[in-house]
């Protein structure tokens, strides 16, 4: 099991840019795929990014592409996510999820994500 803490959620206008944060804490960090998902009022909670053990594979949601980044850092047990050119669609609930995956066959899959943090509200409005 692993304890999931984001950071870095706010208020920002179209446009602009947040980086998202997500500690971890618990078993050995490299095992894990991690992704960031989000849920907007009324509706369900989608993978937006996804990064496997050593970071060399991402995948991104088709709404994001060239205006987000995951990256993690392993020395530190963190995944990042960046956002740039935000727009008002992008307000959600943002959501770090992790899922046991040292093989590196896991992570691509939205449904073996069963770790989740506790989330932080991203806002975009002007």
């Known amino acids: 099991q692993v304890v999931l803490v984001e950071s870095g959620g706010g208020l920002v206008q179209p446009g602009g840019s947040l980086r998202l944060s997500c500690a971890a804490s618990?078993?050995?960090?490299?095992?894990?795929?991690l992704a960031w998902f989000r849920q907007a009022p009324g509706k369900e909670r989608t993978i937006v990014a996804a990064?496997?053990?050593?970071?060399?594979?991402?995948y991104y949601a088709d709404s994001v592409k060239g205006r987000f980044t995951i990256s993690r850092d392993n020395a530190k047990d963190t995944v990042f996510l960046q956002m740039d050119s935000l727009e008002p669609e992008d307000s959600a609930v943002y959501y770090c999820?992790?899922?046991?995956?040292?093989?590196?066959?896991?992570?691509?899959?939205?449904?073996?994500?069963?770790?989740w943090g506790q989330g932080t509200q991203v806002t975009v409005s002007s």
């Open positions: 990064i496997n053990s050593y970071g060399e594979g991402t």
């Open positions: 999820a992790a899922t046991w995956d040292p093989a590196g066959r896991r992570w691509q899959y939205p449904p073996a994500y069963t770790n």
């Open positions: 618990g078993r050995t960090f490299i095992n894990y795929g």
